[in-house]
């Protein structure tokens, strides 16, 4: 007997969208309807389970890898399938919201891949959902040119063979979408709004262009969470009769137990797996996260101070290296965040020293590849891994058998010099408050101090604040870490901008609000595990 239609899924609370009708199709969201009726329950599952490790780990205060897995990392005989050529060579990557105006650029940028990002760096209005998967439609039937309204520039993509591929990032596990519910009046996982409608419309389309359907799966904290995606991923291809294996995925390795569980993961998703990220940011933040309240040995110091040539960090990066190359997947680099200034050519000098040297690094290290989030930074990069790479697409022959790191090597936060500064608190606090602001009117990657930032700095951000006034961290200044000595910083940041911008500019901001939220997600005794969730609350649209 046939399996029962899926409840049939009712768009809420949203405003109608030019073209909607193109994405939101009735066999679309029946197949998103599927993707809810066979899989929520375990993502359900899975987000109780993180919440009972996150318990273990505040009573052990130390993480490990599996006992229960190791036939897994020691069998030698398993690899992930063969990259396509589409993915082969991944030597610089740009990353991005699905913005129209971002699309034509990060498409024609001259990166190998286009991280089109529907997570960290995008703000989940309706608007941006639904009218980002408009606009990658539109990028692969080239119908995206357009001209700015405002400046008069007109927008066209490059020749198809000069184009950047994309890997398509969808919402992690934690997030829902409130303007899709089912019978119930269940939300659907944002997961399976963003994958599900750009897998329905995309994937012939694009294995007509000689590729496919290739995604960044974010925020994964366990081999089990990669075994609902591979699963998700089965059931998918299966629905419209494409072969198993078409699609590919690439994980980001930006939580700490995830990256106690990287050869599990890979298992897992072997026959779609196409590589590993080193998510650096989201990294940081999900160790104070998970470490936050373990004593002072985890208390990590400013955010600007934690380089990646930190011991833990390099115990972290060349791991995963030796991991994905041993299993013949592509390891890929992290984030090169800084913002050209045309106005401030030292400023430019000095940042572009340090993104040349972070890419020279990993490079060296045996990285297949690495993140950009600016397309002046795109050269950079691949200047760096040109150097080692050559004419090859990649480098999975340095298996980096020299690498040997112990489970206690990971968290290694005390082998830092560096403590928390009063101007790290500062910083933190006005990253904060000028992030949350701009997600609140809908913008998810914002350039702040000549540095793009995205959900996760803003997470470490408020998790730094909080584990500073939790640890009773004392700064260089005498001033010690509290509930009202943040409260008084926010307070001055707020009057700085008030006066930046003028007071007609700031009334017609989000800016108090965004201040509130702040030192809610950073000051209230209970952690809340991702401020996106309260803040999706206060969101329009």
Not at 11 to 35: C, N
Not at 83 to 109: C, F, H, Q, Y
Request: proline share 5%.
């Amino acid at each position: 007997m046939s399996a029962p239609a899926p409840s049939p899924l009712t768009i809420v609370d949203a405003e109608p969208l030019p073209r909607q009708e193109e994405v939101l199709t009735e066999a679309a969201l029946a197949f998103v309807a599927e993707l809810h009726r066979r899989f929520t329950p375990r993502r359900d599952e899975l987000l109780a389970r993180r919440a009972g490790r996150r318990a273990e780990i505040a009573r052990t205060s130390t993480l490990d890898f599996l006992p229960e897995t190791a036939a897994i990392r020691a069998d030698d005989s398993w690899k992930v399938a063969p990259a396509p050529e589409a993915l082969n060579d991944r030597r610089v990557e740009i990353t991005g919201p699905t913005d129209r105006k971002m699309t034509v650029n990060a498409l024609n940028s001259g990166a190998k891949v286009w991280l089109a990002d529907f997570e960290d760096a995008s703000s989940p209005t309706w608007e941006n959902v639904v009218l980002g998967q408009l606009n990658l439609i539109d990028a692969y039937t080239r119908n995206i040119d357009f001209t700015d309204a405002a400046s008069g520039k007109t927008y066209a993509l490059h020749p198809a063979e000069a184009l950047a591929t994309v890997v398509t990032r969808p919402r992690g596990w934690h997030l829902d979408e409130r303007h899709l519910v089912d019978a119930n009046g269940a939300q659907v996982p944002g997961a399976f709004v963003d994958f599900g409608l750009y897998f329905f419309h995309n994937s012939r389309r694009l294995l007509d262009l000689g590729k496919g359907p290739y995604f960044y799966l974010p925020k994964t904290e366990s081999h089990l969470e990669a075994r609902l995606w591979n699963d998700v991923f089965v059931l998918a291809q299966d629905y419209l009769g494409i072969p198993q294996g078409t699609i590919r995925a690439t994980v980001l390795i930006e939580t700490i137990t995830a990256a106690y569980e990287m050869e599990e993961i890979l298992y897992e998703l072997r026959d779609h797996a196409s590589g590993l990220n080193a998510g650096r940011w989201d990294y940081l933040f999900s160790l104070i996260k998970n470490f936050r309240d373990c004593g002072a040995k985890f208390v990590l110091p400013d955010r600007n101070s934690v380089t990646m040539t930190a011991p833990f960090m390099r115990a972290y990066t060349e791991l995963l290296v030796r991991t994905c190359h041993r299993r013949g997947a592509h390891a890929i680099g992290g984030m090169a965040a800084f913002i050209p200034s045309r106005r401030d050519p030292e400023v430019n000098e000095v940042a572009l020293e340090k993104v040349r040297a972070d890419k020279d690094r990993e490079a060296g290290d045996g990285f297949d590849g690495s993140w950009v989030a600016h397309p002046d930074l795109v050269p950079i990069c691949r200047e760096s891994f040109d150097k080692v790479l050559g004419d090859r697409p990649h480098q999975k022959d340095r298996l980096r058998e020299d690498v040997h790191v112990e489970a206690a090597d990971l968290i290694a936060v005390d082998s830092l010099d560096a403590r928390p500064t009063y101007a790290g608190l500062v910083n933190a606090v006005q990253v904060g408050i000028r992030y949350i602001e701009a997600w609140l009117r809908g913008l998810g990657a914002v350039a702040i101090f000549n540095l793009m930032e995205d959900a996760a700095t803003a997470e470490i951000s408020r998790s730094q604040i909080w584990q500073w006034v939790d640890a009773g961290v004392e700064f260089e200044n005498g001033e010690k870490a509290t509930p009202e000595l943040v409260r008084g910083v926010a307070a001055e940041e707020l009057a700085g901008i008030r006066r930046e911008t003028g007071d007609e500019a700031f009334a017609a901001g989000h800016w108090q609000q965004a201040h509130d939220l702040l030192l809610r997600v950073s000051l209230d005794k209970d952690y809340v595990d991702f401020l996106t969730v309260p803040a999706y609350e206060q969101l329009q649209g």
